[in-house]
């Protein structure tokens, strides 16, 4: 076995993982917080897959640049989740779809949760 298999996230059976609504619900949170700017992406980290959190990173930038063009300051937002719905498609795998809306829109905010090293980690999460 090679040092760098040794070191790969070890996926884990949903049975040895807690429920992830929880987890949905603070990370949609946390995620459309840092979009606004009002959350470092950092707090976020250990709830990410290294390549979906270079996305959300990329994404937050881009948000931070346009507030910045508009001359705009961040804004805690508002919002409230209306509804959850997940799926397991596989031992060890759950993706939701949440439903949020926001005093100008309303929005779906998709989320894949992968068990791996005994957690849940998101390794992609869309806002659209």
């Known amino acids: 076995m090679m040092l760098q298999e040794y ?3 070890q ?3 949903t049975s040895a ?3 992830p609504t929880p987890l949905i619900r603070s990370l949609t949170q946390g995620v459309l917080e840092v979009f ?9 980290a250990r709830w990410f897959s290294e390549e979906a959190f270079r996305k959300l990173g990329a994404r ?3 948000a931070a640049r346009a507030r910045s ?3 705009t300051a961040p804004v805690r937002p508002v919002f409230e989740i209306l509804s959850i719905r997940e799926t397991v498609p596989a031992d060890g795998i759950v993706e939701a779809v949440v439903i949020v809306a926001g ?5 779906a905010v998709a989320i894949r949760l ?3 090293d005994r957690r849940w980690r998101a390794t992609s999460f869309a806002v659209l």
Do not use: M
């Open 103 to 107: 005093p100008g829109r309303t929005r």
């Open 60 to 62: 937050a930038n881009l």
């Open 17 to 19: 993982l807690p429920s």
């Open 69 to 71: 063009a508009r001359g």
């Open 11 to 13: 996926p884990t059976s």
């Open 7 to 9: 070191f790969a996230p």
């Open 114 to 116: 992968e068990g791996l």
């Open 36 to 44: 606004a700017g009002v959350r470092e992406i950092d707090q976020l």
